[in-house]
């Protein structure tokens, strides 16, 4: 079974909650295992976060500059979501051309980065995954780092027009008592 949502967001602050308690009640219902959920949720936000933080026209007049999108794929044992906002895009060296006008960074979690500083400015969890530097400029940068911490899969990319898409996978464990795992 498959089940998927999309939430359509104001950039502002109390956005951010309100699609990680919805993702959080979505996974809870579905059987997702509690840890899992928990990964996601904090990936969520950061996401969230930095479209309402960046996710402004870069030229005004910009359709769309005053919201976000966010939506997310159960399919099987897999969990999608996907952050796109109407901002400047990925312009600062966070990406790179992708070969077709577009700027893509597909990630692995465990990668290693140039500018970075010890794992320890996050505490025990990254340290615990086995993390030695975490990218960072100042008190910025640290969400998308987060997020590759976080999930299986990221893929940081421009879109067609305008903004940033941000696009994560994780691989889902369940409960025992999961309702869409039992279908």
């Known amino acids: 079974m498959s089940i998927w949502w999309s939430l359509h967001l104001r950039r502002e602050a109390a956005s951010?909650?309100?699609a990680r308690r919805l993702l959080l009640g979505?996974?809870?219902?579905?059987g997702?295992?509690?840890?899992?959920?928990?990964?996601l949720s904090v990936a969520l936000s950061e996401a969230c976060a930095n479209a309402v933080e960046h996710?402004?026209?870069?030229?005004?007049?910009?359709?769309?500059?005053?919201?976000y999108h966010v939506t997310a794929y159960i399919d099987d044992d897999?969990?999608?979501?996907?952050?796109?906002?109407?901002?400047p895009g990925f312009g600062d060296g966070t990406a790179h051309e992708d070969g077709h006008g577009g700027v893509s960074r597909t990630t692995d979690p465990l990668?290693?980065?140039?500018?970075?500083?010890?794992?320890?400015?996050?505490?025990?969890?990254?340290?615990?995954?086995?993390?030695?530097?975490?990218?960072h400029a100042g008190e910025h940068g640290r969400g998308?780092?987060?997020?590759e911490a976080l999930a299986d899969h990221?893929?940081?990319?421009?879109?067609?027009?305008?903004?940033?898409?941000?696009?994560f996978d994780k691989l889902l464990k369940w409960r025992e008592d999961a309702l869409l795992k039992a279908s």
């Open 154 to 167: 990221v893929d940081f990319r421009n879109g067609p027009g305008d903004g940033a898409v941000v696009c």
């Open 78 to 87: 897999m969990c999608r979501i996907e952050v796109v906002d109407h901002g």
């Open 26 to 30: 979505a996974m809870e219902a579905a």
């Open 16 to 18: 951010v909650p309100l």
């Open 111 to 135: 990668g290693t980065a140039e500018d970075a500083v010890p794992a320890m400015a996050f505490g025990p969890l990254l340290a615990d995954a086995g993390l030695q530097e975490v990218p």
């Open 55 to 67: 996710g402004g026209p870069g030229e005004s007049g910009r359709s769309g500059a005053g919201e």
């Open 32 to 39: 997702v295992d509690p840890d899992v959920s928990y990964d």
């Open 144 to 147: 998308l780092f987060l997020i």
